[in-house]
Every structure is written in C-alpha cells, then in structure tokens.
C-alpha cells in the first residue's frame, strides 16, 4: 500500500508542467542525460515521522554531537501571506510572461510543502518543524534573511528585487522555535543603515549575514561595502556569500558579483568570510584575466596562506546534478580543507526530488550500492536527513568528509 501523503500538501502544480519543469533541467546543463531519477519528480510531503530507519542513517551519526550539527544553509519559504513581510517578485508569480522563474518559485514551494494558497508561511514552518522533531535532539538549522537588492545611492532596488524575507521575519522564527532554529541577517552593505542594522541583529542573535551579491546587486570588492566590513570584523560576525553561478534567484542579475577573488577585501578587514557551495558552478575570471571554473577561484584562495582562519566554504548544493563531479571528488579528497568547511543542505532545494541522484553516485563509484535504496526511500520523507546522510557516506579514493565538517555549532558560537 503506498504512504500515504501528508496533510501539509495540496497538489495544484500538474504532472503536466512538472515534466516542463524537468524538461528545463530546472538549471541542470543539457548535458545531463535523463534518468529514472527524473521519474521522482513531485514531492509529496510524507510523513517525516514515518521516516524509515535504516543502518546507514545510524553509522551517519557516529561520531557526530547532535548538539553541534547546525545545517548552516536553510531558506525561508512563503509568500507573506501569513504576515511574514516576505514578497516575491512579479516575475516569479507570472506563469504567461515568465514560465520559467514562475515554475522555478512553484518547483521550491513543493518542495518546501507550501503550495497552498493563502497559508504558505503557516505551511512552511510547520513542515519544517515536522522535519526537525525527527532528527536528534539538539540539532538545529539556521535559517536566511534575504535583503532587496540596492542601488549604488544605497536605495532599495524594488525592481530588481526576486525574493524578500525580513531580518525580523527570520528572527522571530529563531525566537518562537529555539530549539530547532538560529537565524542568519541579510544585511546590503550599501545601506546608509547598514551598520546599525548589522549591530542589532548581532544583539539579537544572529548568527551570520547572508549575501547573494549577483542577486542583490552587492560587488564584495566596492570600497562602499568597507564600514560594513569594519563593523562585521568587529562583532566577529561572519558572512556567508554565494559563491560562483546564481541558477535560482535572478535579480538584479550581476553574475561577476559572484567571483570568490571579489572577497579579499572583506578578508582584508578581518573578517570570516563562508563561500556558500564552495563556488562549485560556473565560471569566473582569474587574477590573470583567464577564464576558468568558479571552483578554481575558490581553490586558490584556499591555497593562500594568509587566508587561515578566515576563509571557509559550506558544503550545501555541491551534489546536485548541475555540479561538476569533479569538484566533489576534489573537495572530499583535499581533507586539509575539512576543517574549514561547514555542513549546509540549501533546503528546501533537497526535497526537489530529481536534483540530487543517490544512484549516479553510486555508478561514479562515490557511494555504495547498498546505499542507493535507503537514501531514495529517506529522501522521499525526509529532505534533510537525506542530504546529511549522503554527504556522509560519500567517499573518492578512501576519503570521505571529516567529522568536523557536520560539527558546525563552534563556528557561530
């Protein structure tokens, strides 16, 4: 008898447009081939407490403190509906003038189990919290802001603004669910307020600032960002910065933002500086005006000495089917650089069920065969749990991520 689904999810998006959706790739290079994979293409929000539990799930946890396993990488979903403050562009609501973006935000609604019209801020946090109820005590997500885009007067760019969600929105959640929730600010540095806004939202806890420069319209290596950067080194506040190809989120659409080399500056000033994907997709131009992969940049900053301590990378979106396998192999055989690099799902993006193949893994000889069965059936249930037990069994010439890479707490601590 098949699961049954969870109350939290209406389907409204058709089989019809999810197989447009795929056809797309939803940003996966048409190189890739189609699979089965493809086939698992809606989620169906079950049940998380009907998780089924396996050995492989158990020998994850070896050696790990729930207590200090913080998914550092986890986006707010909704749409202001239920007084959240989050708006979304029109693009993203426009299924006649943008299929694509409209089917992208849809794509990431299911798969964040809030779809329903009229109650996805409500849906969002209650699935989530399902999600956290099951997963030992102790651990925990931190959960994003994202800032409008600015201008370089330092006003808000409405125009060219995605995605919206309130530094007070995301803080209220941290609040209200302490035990499962920390919250990350998202803070434009060239906000006449910017230091202000950065200093109360470290009196309220939070834990990091998010940017998306190519979105937000932030160039990390403008003398406008220094006073924030000043204030940030001083409050010993990291910055989480995406880092290489922006595939979701549009916006004000500066790709070059993205290059991991534009963030000496904030290294410069001290302060501790996490490249979200380790910039594992695109291309970026070098010190030497060479065109080359985004992971390139990342590597050679990793490689400079002076950089120790400041530098980090988080792991999240790095197994998705639009990465180089490469770089995944390179990131789990260079174990000098475990210990700078920090866990992070990216949820909702998980739960998109054909976006990450336990079974291509397997036939690239990074994960067991025996693995394939229970993380499919796990990611069918349970998105976060899902990814965390795939990047742990994960494995290229013997090596697999260290210990310390899920032990994430004593970063934002």
């Excluded at 447009?17 to 493809?38: E, K």
């Excluded at 699935?127 to 994003?144: C, E, H, S, W």
């Excluded at 030497?288 to 050679?300: I, L, Q, W």
Aim: with cysteine; proline share 7%; hydrophobic share 40%.
């Amino acid at each position: 008898m098949p699961p049954t689904p969870s109350p939290y999810f209406t389907p409204t998006l058709s089989r019809r447009h999810f197989l447009r959706l795929a056809a797309t790739g939803l940003s996966v290079t048409a190189s890739q081939p189609l699979h089965a994979d493809w086939l698992r293409l809606k989620n169906h929000c079950l049940d998380p407490a009907a998780s089924p539990a396996s050995a492989l799930e158990q020998a994850a946890w070896q050696g790990i403190n729930p207590a200090d396993w913080w998914d550092c990488h986890a986006h707010i979903v909704g749409s202001g509906d239920g007084g959240s403050g989050i708006s979304l562009s029109p693009d993203l609501q426009s299924p006649f003038w943008h299929p694509w973006q409209y089917l992208q935000q849809r794509t990431f609604a299911n798969a964040a189990c809030a779809e329903t019209p009229g109650h996805q801020d409500e849906a969002f946090v209650t699935r989530l919290r399902a999600l956290m109820a099951t997963l030992p005590k102790g651990a925990k997500v931190l959960l994003y802001a994202f800032d409008k885009a600015h201008g370089a007067s330092g006003e808000p760019d409405d125009a060219h603004t995605a995605y919206f969600v309130p530094n007070a929105y995301a803080q209220k959640l941290a609040q209200l669910y302490p035990d499962s929730f920390e919250w990350v600010a998202s803070i434009h540095p060239y906000r006449a307020d910017c230091v202000d806004v950065l200093a109360d939202a470290v009196a309220h806890g939070a834990r990091a600032v998010k940017w998306l420069p190519s979105a937000m319209a932030i160039d990390p290596a403008s003398p406008q960002c220094g006073r924030f950067y000043r204030a940030a080194a001083q409050l010993n506040i990291p910055i989480i910065s995406h880092g290489g190809e922006e595939k979701a989120m549009h916006g004000a659409a500066q790709a070059a933002f993205g290059n991991p080399l534009r963030l000496r500056r904030a290294l410069d000033a001290g302060v501790r500086i996490v490249v979200a994907h380790c910039a594992s997709i695109g291309n970026d131009t070098d010190d030497n005006g060479k065109t080359v992969r985004s992971f390139d940049c990342f590597a050679k900053l990793m490689a400079e000495p002076q950089w120790q301590g400041r530098l980090f990378g988080d792991i999240s979106a790095i197994t998705m089917l639009n990465r180089d396998i490469n770089v995944l192999k390179t990131l789990l055989t260079e174990t000098a650089w475990h210990n700078r690099l920090l866990y992070g799902s990216d949820y909702p993006l998980p739960a998109v069920l054909p976006l990450i193949s336990a079974r291509d893994f397997a036939h690239e000889g990074l994960l067991p065969e025996t693995a394939v069965a229970p993380l499919e059936a796990l990611q069918d249930y349970h998105a976060l749990r899902f990814d965390f037990v795939l990047k742990r069994h994960l494995s290229w010439q013997g090596k697999r991520f260290g210990d310390s890479v899920f032990a994430t707490r004593q970063f934002f601590t």
